[in-house]
């Protein structure tokens, strides 16, 4: 193949969809501080003035779902002249209710290592080594393109929360194309794409294009230059800062969102498959969160220990059941010298147990940690504390991995 474009998006934790995305993954943080075993699937709809939620849940403690909104809408960084939502006066509809006692039956075992999975589907995890040649992106076995944009996002939430660019509201976007050569391998960055929600400084300038001037700047200088490695960048990358010309109107004011809509920004970028299941609101004894986070750890764990240089592994659930009804490992040709897929394979179901309860065990699931996955990216991320568990490497794994 010639030389060839690869591109992936990603969006704030303003971004009305990620907002619903964040009150999910909090409300569910919420529940499962108080009871880990908690079952959970939440889901937010926001629009202007409004939050509804919804969704199946069961658990002995308490929903505090209002104070837990607005707490959320806060942190966010939402208020009434940005985004519509404002958390003093925000209308909160829950319609959570109990959960189905047939969709518990199947989940439910007297052998908890038998425990069923919370429904049926297929999931994807996936890793990659394109990422390892750029020291600041060490660690990661991410593709580029969808690593460099969830890091643009997570930027522009750190440089707004800092107040280094203050007149920069919670809602944005960004969208990053990679171009590789004819043997795969990415090279330079073709182009960066923002749209970052502002503050109306016309009254600071002289005209629409003397403000859209300085937020080009401000951006190029405070986000997009400290997050792609300068070696990725050249004069002709081409740098493309609100490309409308103005953004002030944004977050639900300007576009309603749901829970769920994101799944390839949070993901793999599109770089990967995807089994069409969200993340977010939802609690680990369900397969689509947790058996996409351990086939994410698994395919990690291939690429870190040197058997493929990428890797994508897929899984398949029957509500009820508790072992994957089918299991796929792929590596696109990549497998070391003298490997083959079917031995990778092999090692995979030797190393890692893809049953519900093992995987939330091994990965120790069921505590509140899911708030910090919900802007920004599932994978690729920096361990700190007890978040992103699944992205921790295991040298007790890797080892038997190597070893066969």
Known sequence: MSKYLFTSESVTEGHPDKACDAISDAILDHILSKDPNAHVACETLATKGV????????????????????QTIKDIGY???????????VQVISMLHEQSLEIAQGVDSDDISEQGAGDQGQMFGFATNESESYPSLQGSFMPLSALLSQALVRQLTKVRSSGLIPWAGADGKSLVTVE???????????????????????????????EHDFIVEEIKRHVIYPVIPTELLDENTDIIVNGTGRFVEG?????????????IVDTYGGMARHGGGGFSGKDPSKVDRSA??????????????????????????????AEPISILVSTNGTTANGISEDEIARR???????????????????RPIYSA????????????????????LDETRLSALRNG
């Open 51 to 70: 939050v509804v939620v919804s969704g199946e849940v069961r658990t002995n403690g308490s929903t505090e779902v209002e104070k837990v909104v607005k």
């Open 79 to 89: 208020h009434k002249g940005n985004s519509g939502v404002d958390p003093e006066d």
């Open 180 to 210: 590789y050569d004819a043997s795969d391998k990415p090279f330079r960055v073709w182009s960066v794409v923002i749209a970052i929600q502002h503050e109306d400084m016309l009254a600071k300038f002289d005209s629409e294009e003397a």
């Open 251 to 263: 977050g639900p004011a300007a576009d309603a969102g749901l829970t769920g809509r994101k799944i």
């Open 292 to 321: 996409a986070y351990s086939a994410r750890w698994a395919a990690k764990h291939v690429v870190a220990a040197g058997l493929a240089e990428s890797c994508e592994i897929q899984l398949a659930y029957a509500i009820g059941v």
């Open 348 to 366: 995979i179901f030797a190393v890692f147990d893809f049953r519900p309860w093992a995987m939330i065990n091994d990965l120790n699931l069921c």
């Open 373 to 392: 996955t919900s802007s920004g990216g599932h994978f690729g991320r920096d361990p700190v504390g007890d978040t992103f568990p699944w992205e921790r």
